[in-house]
């Protein structure tokens, strides 16, 4: 069983002929409102997938949270862990300008609220599962918790994405650390290593992470695939050549899928043979969630 805990967020989203600059006001096309937040992506893709999936995570007792939960449910994984309350449904603002460049602000809401008690009272849903999948737009107290909690056989999948500085004994849980190039630059940087230098070749920042205290690393390279790193050594995972469209939420496929296979009991290097195909998919695709694709989907992408 797959266990994600992260966010939940609706995300709006409006197209714009040009970005406002301050104190202006421009008209864009209708909102479109879509479910989404990292945490939300991840479950409704390893769902989708057929995995076993639960979700812990806290949304508003308003229309957003009934979206989230809706999107969660089609999918089908189980949203017992997503906790309601007062405090209203995170919201990304997101616009759109025509080359499909975006700009996004994040109202964090309820995603800000999910504590660490919230892990302590999710005993039963810790216990289940193979694999925990987490990320950063949650509290990093409330991922301190759950790294402290992870029952003894489960692996700690961790996308410290909005990138922050991790706590050793964080990083220590990681089985593996994924990040992509910006997020690795920036645990190189926060540590003192070799920052954002951009000339460092990317088999030498998977052993630079390594360093840092994870038992595996990968880093997603986009349309070129994966690079997987452990005490065992290193390996390139190519993607499979695609017609890219939209990237959005490529990531957290990914990262769903490689947690999938890894509950199964793969190796890493044959999780993320799969994993690079289901991002691979997702990039043909509009939207996030939208893009997710099902196991017999993934089945027709030729292997990289
Ligand atoms: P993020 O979305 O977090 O920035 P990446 O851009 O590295 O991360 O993408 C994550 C994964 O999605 C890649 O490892 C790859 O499997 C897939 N992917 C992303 N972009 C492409 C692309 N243009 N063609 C094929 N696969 C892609």
Redesign the pocket.
């Known amino acids: 069983e797959v266990l994600v805990v992260g966010s939940a967020n609706a995300d709006l989203v409006v197209g714009v002929e040009r970005r406002p600059g301050a104190g202006e006001t421009v008209l864009g096309t209708d909102l479109a409102v879509h479910p989404g937040g990292k945490g939300a992506n991840q479950a409704v893709a390893a769902a989708r997938l057929g995995a076993v999936t639960a979700l812990l995570a806290r949304v508003g007792d308003d229309a957003h949270g009934a979206l989230l939960r809706e999107s969660l449910r089609e999918a089908g994984a189980d949203t017992d862990g997503v906790l309601g309350g007062p405090t209203p449904t995170g919201v990304a603002l997101i616009t759109v300008d025509p080359s499909g460049d975006n700009s996004i602000v994040v109202a964090p809401g309820a995603n800000a609220r999910l504590a660490p008690d919230d892990v302590v009272a999710a005993r039963a849903l810790l216990s289940r599962a193979a694999v925990v999948s987490t990320q950063l737009e949650i509290p990093l107290e409330t991922v301190v918790e759950l790294a402290r909690r992870l029952p003894p056989e489960c692996r700690l999948v961790l996308?410290p994405?909005p990138p922050a500085a991790l706590p050793p004994e964080v990083l220590r849980a990681c089985d593996p650390l994924v990040v992509?190039?910006?997020?690795a630059r920036f645990l190189l940087g926060a540590s003192g290593g070799r920052a954002g230098s951009g000339s460092v070749e990317e088999a030498a920042w998977a052993a630079a992470l390594l360093e840092l205290g994870p038992r595996s690393v990968v880093v997603?390279?986009?349309?070129?695939?994966?690079l997987v790193a452990s005490r065992e050594g290193s390996e390139w995972v190519p993607?499979?050549?695609?017609r890219?469209v939209d990237?959005t939420?490529?990531?957290?496929?990914?990262t769903a899928a490689l947690a999938w296979r890894l509950a199964r009991g793969e190796e890493l290097v044959t999780a993320a043979r799969f994993?690079?195909?289901?991002?691979?998919v997702?990039?043909t695709r509009e939207g996030a969630q939208r893009s997710f694709p099902t196991f017999d989907e993934v089945g027709g992408v030729a292997k990289g």
Do not use: I, K, W
Request: proline share 3%; charged share 15%; glycine share 16%.
């Open positions: 996308n994405s992509n190039e910006h997020e997603t390279l986009g349309a070129r695939g994966a993607s499979p050549a695609v890219a990237t939420g490529a990531g957290d496929a990914f994993a690079v195909r289901v991002g691979a997702a990039v």
